[in-house]
């Protein structure tokens, strides 16, 4: 089963049983497009069933701060389950196809569906797991230190062998970084034999 599909088969059930209003609807959006921007009236709560979508905050100065990334199988603006405006906004970086649900939609599916429940609460430890290590990350000021670091949380095989899953431009907006720096760096970790690297493929030599 998709990492959505259970959660699409419950609030099927519920319409059915006539304790929501309407079966979720899908939202289908081009690179770019802007979902919903930081304080603005928080009504739902979105799944992405296919795409990548970015979670960013605007700076006073104009600029935008990443935050992180969410991918298929992930829901965000969970902050409007509680919340009367979004806490960030949110932009498809890639064409994606999002289930919306209205937020009082989506707290009785949590509130009659002990399983589904867990599911959701397993998912915002792990993002908030996330957010905590990218924070950790920008912290280390060295970029040679806080590349590696950031290899180092990636899902590594017991042949000391991990595969980039997004491009440099994208590892360096998480880490706070210029993509030219992420660069740099790689190669120097290269050159003094900590990894070997070929295109995403990294392997640990130490």
Not at 134 to 157: E, F, K, P, Q
Not at 160 to 181: F, G, Y
Not at 197 to 205: E, P, T
Request: proline share 3%.
């Amino acid at each position: 089963m998709e990492p959505l599909d259970s959660y699409l088969q419950a609030l099927n059930q519920l319409f059915e049983r006539g304790l929501i209003d309407a079966k979720p609807s899908l939202l289908s959006l081009k690179s770019g497009e802007i979902i919903f921007h930081a304080d603005e009236p928080a009504q739902r709560i979105f799944g992405v069933h296919t795409g990548k979508v970015q979670l960013a905050r605007y700076l006073e100065s104009g600029q935008m701060s990443n935050q992180y990334a969410v991918e298929t199988g992930t829901w965000f603006g969970e902050d409007a389950l509680f919340n009367a405006t979004y806490q960030n906004s949110a932009i498809a970086t890639q064409p994606s196809l999002l289930i919306a649900l209205p937020k009082q939609t989506f707290l009785t599916l949590l509130q009659t569906d002990p399983e589904i429940s867990l599911t959701f609460v397993v998912h915002l430890a792990e993002q908030l797991c996330r957010a905590k290590t990218i924070m950790t990350l920008r912290c280390i000021r060295s970029a040679y230190d806080r590349v590696l670091a950031y290899l180092n949380t990636l899902d590594i095989s017991d042949k000391r062998t991990c595969v980039l899953d997004c491009s440099i431009k994208e590892i360096a907006e998480q880490i706070c970084l210029a993509p030219e720096v992420v660069s740099r760096s790689l190669r120097k970790l290269q050159d003094d034999g900590i990894i070997q690297r070929n295109h995403r493929k990294i392997v640990f030599l130490k």
